[in-house]
């Protein structure tokens, strides 16, 4: 539950419908924090307002609000959610730690192997073809991209642990489901062994609420091919 900072300072976040703003909703869940959200849904015209754009001049989501606090990017605010609000729950090691530069390392790959140079490629020049033209190139070699580094988290998992770090669930399993989530809505292949661990993710009690208050909260702004499929989710 929220300690007391957040109990003078409710936590708002900004955001639904899509893979970037479920990881916000799933840190906020795992770690049982209560928050105000305010569902703005992407290319609806709501991150250009003249309220959201004084607080995230990006114009996208998510956002989190921490009493004075503001911050964009999804991973660091699982980071920040995971490091402020994560004891006794533990979702990020201490820094200073082997397990906290692993960590560290599985959290940049992800986000830039696996979300930026490969699943959102294929995004823009698939979906979003209208907005960043056609490039079947570039959506040929993200898919084969997110093949050979998605194989690496494959390996992490032949000594059969549990999440990426090993035994214990922290903020980087957020972030790779997340993208695992993002692959499967794509149709873009993962191992055996990162299929499982989806599987394991997506039971868990703080995604299955993180993806109802993200997907589900409105409905109407999800893909129709999408639409009662929590898990197969994408983003927008
Ligand atoms: N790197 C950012 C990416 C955020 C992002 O691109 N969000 C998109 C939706 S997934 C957005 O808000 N786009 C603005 C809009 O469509 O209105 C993160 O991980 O938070």
């Known amino acids: 539950m929220a300690d007391e ?27 049982g924090l209560d928050y105000e959200h305010r569902p703005i849904g992407p290319r609806t015209g709501e991150t250009q307002t003249e309220e959201f754009t004084k607080l995230n001049p990006r114009q996208k989501i998510p956002l989190l609000q921490d009493g004075e606090l503001t911050l964009a990017e999804s991973a660091a605010i699982v980071n920040y959610l995971a490091d402020t609000y994560g004891e006794p729950h533990g979702l990020m090691p201490a820094a200073g730690t082997e ?34 033209g056609e490039a079947p190139a570039a959506i040929r070699t993200a898919s084969e991209g997110f093949a050979k580094q998605s194989a690496v988290a494959e390996l992490e998992f032949a000594d059969g642990r549990g999440f990426l770090l090993g035994d214990r669930f922290t903020g980087v399993d957020i972030l790779l489901g997340s993208c695992l989530d993002w692959a499967v809505a794509y149709g873009e292949p993962i191992g055996e062994r990162l299929a499982a661990y989806r599987d394991r993710l997506n039971l868990r009690p703080g995604y299955v609420r993180a993806a109802q208050a993200n997907f589900f909260t409105r409905p109407e702004l999800l893909p129709p091919s999408l639409q009662g499929d929590v898990a197969s989710a994408g983003p927008s």
């Open 99 to 132: 397990e906290r530069a692993r960590y560290d390392q599985w959290a940049f790959f992800v986000m830039m192997e696996l979300d930026a140079h490969t699943l959102y490629v294929i995004r823009k020049h698939r979906d979003l073809a209208y907005l960043y």
């Open 5 to 31: 900072r957040s109990n003078a300072s409710p936590l708002v976040l900004w955001g639904c419908s899509t893979s970037r703003t479920l990881r916000a909703h799933w840190a906020l869940n795992e770690l």
